[in-house]
């Protein structure tokens, strides 16, 4: 038995062995760019030739929503923003019928959440749909920011004391966001800023220039500009 145990380990080593040894003289792949100096700068030249050979990917459907003017609860003429919640609930901002729809994980419509207008609950022009702390959806339209309950029951409404670019929820419901840039003295910076749960101004965290020149006095951006 001995015996028979210590060949049976001696089989193993020497598998372990053979497997490292194999591993170990496969060529590993060789970058073919060139690094050049042009000028005093280092210029890197990259391959035409991948170097891990050309990767190939095959999708399948899983889930398709829209196209069908049929339909009239998933119909949107001209596109909108997907948002999905922690329960992989679908909420689609449609910008063509001024309106948010909210399907179920496999694509089933469950409601539309509020509606146009300007009363408790509804919007004008909503562009997306956020989350706040508590999973809540809201939705957020030009300066506002209206609140639902998970079962699509008006909670409150959030009115941007400055306008904001882009927001997200932060820490204790506060808001975090982008300003449009404005004049200043060395030409148009964004700045990163922080609200409160009521929509007043906190702080500013950062500002910086982006793509703007000094030269520049000022920028418009308009809502449905990028």
Not at 19 to 37: N, V
Not at 191 to 216: H, M, P, V, W
């Amino acid at each position: 038995m001995k015996i028979t145990g210590r060949i049976s380990a001696l089989v193993i080593c020497l598998s372990v062995l053979l497997i490292w040894a194999s591993a170990s003289t496969r060529q590993k792949p060789q970058w073919k760019g060139k690094i050049e100096t042009e000028r005093g700068v280092k210029v890197v030249k990259n391959s035409a030739e991948p170097l891990y050979g050309e990767f190939v990917f095959e999708f399948e459907e899983d889930l398709a929503i829209g196209g069908d003017p049929t339909k009239e609860n998933a119909y949107f003429p001209r596109g909108g923003v997907l948002s999905v919640d922690n329960e992989r609930n679908l909420y689609i901002a449609d910008f063509g019928n001024g309106r948010v729809q909210m399907f179920d994980k496999n694509g089933k419509f469950t409601r539309q959440l509020g509606r146009k207008g300007q009363g408790p609950g509804e919007y004008s022009f909503p562009s997306k749909v956020l989350f706040d702390p508590e999973g809540n959806p809201c939705v957020w339209a030009s300066r506002d920011i209206i609140c639902f309950g998970k079962d699509g029951f008006f909670k409150k409404k959030i009115q941007f004391k400055t306008f904001l670019n882009a927001s997200v929820f932060g820490p204790k419901g506060t808001i975090v966001g982008t300003t449009q840039p404005g004049r200043g003295p060395d030409g148009p910076k964004y700045a990163l800023i922080q609200l409160d749960a009521e929509g007043a101004l906190l702080r500013t965290i950062a500002e910086y220039r982006g793509e703007f020149k000094k030269s520049q006095t000022a920028i418009i951006i308009h809502a449905y500009s990028n």
